[in-house]
T-cell receptor, first 117, second 114 residues
């Protein structure tokens, strides 16, 4: 069965340092997508970055990059130059294909990131 | 362009009651998915609607139901509320569930069952 694992329940990082949030996944599908979302204390889920399984280059979006290692089935999120506003829960999710062309997202348990001034 | 809106933002109900939550997707988006988020279970998929049809349903009892209207707005209904239904209910919209477009989430409805 498809599964997402985030092994870091919480992390403290000094402001301006780079952060790596771990995510490993398990799937037998050849075609899949991996997402990272940020959830501040307000509750809204904010899309950060997407990586398709056939994408040859690692995805980047501003300060966010995804370290995609397909053979290891890992999709770690890297935040460069962390800011106080980065403090939030971070979720890794995988698009899971079911019933031919239908999809749903499977979610990891999340990592609570706290940026220290 | 307006984002995904959910109403109400907060709701308090008692056991046995029923509740209806509403979600308005981003204009032009035809797919609406619902998720339940609790501290113990994390984020769990409830169901997805596309063009007024339920595409798939997660592993939730029949007390949880939904529908989608012709303007893509969606409602979720929970009948005979239980204490364990207390959660943040998130709605997400996307252009289509069959491609790689990301889902855009609303702010959620926080339901408390007393």
């Amino acid at each position: 069965a498809q599964k997402i694992t985030q092994t870091q329940p919480g992390m403290f990082v000094q402001e301006k340092e780079a952060v790596t949030l771990d995510c490993t996944y398990d799937t037998s599908d050849q075609s899949y997508g991996l997402f990272w979302y940020k959830q501040p204390s307000s509750g809204e889920m904010i899309f950060l970055i997407y990586q398709g399984s056939y994408d040859e280059q690692n995805a980047t979006e501003g300060r966010y990059s995804l370290n995609f290692q397909k053979a290891r089935k890992s999709a770690n999120l890297v935040i460069s130059a962390s800011q106080l506003g980065d403090s939030a829960m971070y979720f890794c999710a995988m698009r899971d294909k079911y019933m031919d062309s239908n999809y749903q997202l499977i979610w990891g348990a999340g990592t609570k990131l706290i940026i220290k001034p | 362009k307006a984002g995904v809106t959910q109403t109400p933002r907060y709701l308090i109900k008692t056991r046995g009651q029923q509740v209806t939550l509403s979600c308005s997707p981003i204009s032009g988006h035809r797919s609406v998915s619902w998720y339940q988020q609790t501290p113990g279970q994390g984020l769990q998929f409830l169901f997805e609607y596309f063009s007024e049809t339920q595409r798939n349903k997660g592993n939730f009892p029949g007390r949880f139901s939904g529908r989608q209207f012709s303007n893509s707005r969606s409602e979720m209904n929970v009948s005979t509320l239980e204490l364990g239904d207390s959660a943040l209910y998130l709605c997400a919209s996307s252009l289509s569930s069959a491609n790689n477009n990301e889902q855009f989430f609303g702010p959620g409805t926080r339901l408390t069952v007393l």
